[in-house]
């Protein structure tokens, strides 16, 4: 078994494959209660797999933060409206092939949008780094 | 027996895979048979405290065949239809050699993935509780019980009256070893403890073998880590931190199994354990011997991994530009590659290639012990080169 991070991206390099896809907030409320009731389901559905780890969903706001020195105040930049990479949240399976990790991302990307049409957005998935197996030899 | 709680803990942790057994053997569906087992568990924890019985064994069976003939009335009830399992008189011990093998090879049945497998067999012969299963595995508990019973309904459907393939239960029980110390529970003892019983229970020299294989990498468990948390290789190992008794147990294990002549893959890795374990130095090490039973190891079991780990004793014994040889063949994206290359290239002197490649492997190193040790690798070579520059 291995962990994966599913990253979903408010926006991110890789456009959605179906070229323009409108906010969110332009979407109808039944398509926007229809695609946060598909979100949930995934998550039942892993569950129910026993592959499911953890979900959890990001504030589009957000601060970069770093260490100015002894006894200074942290330095604080951004909110950076324009950022091209953001993340939006991720859900962690645990599954026993990379192959599995894919087809549990593809499915969260075929979450509907408007129309009730797959959105189609990129997932990133990233492997955990885990244990070093005790024999080696 | 002292009676004390520990001890009674003990005791019904021995005895739930032994019971389980004998209802499984006698055609009980496999998720109701474990239900009864637990309320019998419970009932054990109730009164034995106050008296304890004459035969403990028997005494779990029988409460446990009753809870199952419980359950099964008020399903039968439910359903309108009459009783027609009929429960058979406790067999004796005899039999138990048996039910070891048979428990095993239900949870490690083929028709389950490696993680279903593993979980199965934690909970059903190891006895541990769902949330020492999931704490070790890093999963929600409510995930680990949900695996676990798709696990049963998986095997529930099939009945059981041989063991199958002994194979496919050694394959699980070295992925438990593998998995190691994680957390809270300790897989690899656990795997030790599951590998006994089922070497008590059966003939098959590749059990013993395993069992050798576990008890000789065990050994060496203290002097493999750093207290900060730092994989020593081998080589580096402080071998005074090496448990001999452990040790003089899988060689003792081991040559019994090999004096039986029927080799196999677990016997072949235990020898090279072996070999490590008896060398009081690195120095001492005898690799032609080891790179002989990575010969027979390829040869009973061939793969990549062999081969790369093959390649090193080479390395040993003809020199690094041998090893170097054995690499040509062997997949690029074969983890550890570019590791071992690393290592054969520092020492046939070419410390830039080398220290290239270590940084190569930590990039792609599944596990973050093995990165930072990889980047440490290159680093201490690149900061003897900017020295000597």
């Given amino acids: 078994m291995a962990k994966y991070l599913l990253l979903k991206h408010y926006r991110s390099d890789h456009a959605v494959a179906d070229g323009d896809l409108p906010p969110m907030d332009e979407w109808t409320p039944e398509e926007v209660n229809a695609h946060i009731a598909f979100m949930r389901q995934v998550a039942d559905e892993l569950r129910d797999t026993g592959e499911f780890v953890d979900a959890q969903a990001l504030s589009p706001e957000g601060t970069f933060v770093r260490y100015d020195g002894e006894g200074r105040p942290p330095v604080t930049d951004g909110p950076f409206a324009e950022t091209k990479d953001l993340i939006a949240g991720w859900m962690i399976v645990d599954v026993d092939s990379v192959e599995r990790a894919h087809e549990a991302a593809a499915r969260l990307s075929s979450a509907p949008g408007p129309g009730g049409e797959p959105i189609r957005e990129w997932i990133e998935v990233r492997p955990f780094l885990g244990e070093p197996p005790v024999v080696t030899e | ?389």
């Fill in chain 2, 1 to 389: 027996m002292t009676g004390s709680g520990d001890d009674l803990g003990e005791l019904l942790r021995d005895l739930t895979p032994q019971v389980l057994g004998v209802l499984v053997r006698r055609g009980a569906d496999f998720a109701a048979a474990e239900d009864a087992v637990q309320e019998a568990l419970i009932e054990a924890l109730r009164h034995w405290p106050d008296t304890r019985p004459d035969n403990p064994r028997a005494w779990l069976v029988k409460v446990a065949a009753r809870k199952l003939l419980d359950a099964q009335r008020a399903a039968y009830a439910r359903e309108r239809r009459e009783l027609r399992v009929h429960l058979e008189p406790d067999p004796g011990p005899t039999e138990q050699v048996d039910d070891t093998l048979l428990l095993l090879s239900r949870c490690c049945h083929p028709a389950l993935t490696p993680a279903s497998a593993i979980a199965l067999t934690l909970r059903a012969v190891g006895g541990l509780t769902t949330a020492q299963i999931a704490a070790a595995f890093l999963v929600p508990e409510a995930t680990m019980a949900q695996r676990i019973s798709r696990a049963k309904r998986t095997v529930s459907g099939q009945r059981f009256d041989r063991p199958g393939e002994v194979g496919a239960v050694l394959r699980v029980l070295y992925l438990i070893f593998n998995e190691g110390f994680t957390g809270s529970v300790d897989l690899a003892e656990e795997a030790i403890r599951l590998t006994r019983q089922l070497a008590a229970a059966t003939d098959d020299p590749e059990v013993d073998g395993l069992l050798a294989l576990m008890l000789l990498h065990h050994a060496r468990r203290r002097a493999r880590r750093t207290p900060a948390g730092e994989l020593v290789p081998l080589a580096e190992q402080d071998r005074s931190l090496w448990d001999t008794a452990l040790i003089a147990e899988g060689v003792e294990v081991l040559q019994a199994a090999l004096a039986r002549d029927r080799l196999g893959e677990y016997q072949a890795q235990a020898a090279i354990a072996a070999l490590h374990d008896d060398a009081a130095s690195a120095a001492e090490t005898d690799w032609p011997q080891i790179l002989e039973w990575y010969d027979e190891l390829l040869r009973l079991a061939p793969s990549p991994v062999v081969a790369l780990n093959r390649a090193v004793a080479v390395g040993e014994v003809d020199g690094p530009l041998a090893g170097l040889r054995e690499l040509d063949g062997l997949p690029g994206d074969l983890p550890r590659r570019d590791a071992v290359a690393a290592w054969l290239h520092e020492r046939a002197g070419d410390v830039a290639e080398a220290a290239r490649l270590y940084a190569a492997a930590a990039a792609r190193a599944t596990n973050a012990a093995e990165r930072d040790h990889l980047t440490r690798q290159a680093s201490r070579l690149n900061a003897g080169r900017r020295a000597q520059s």
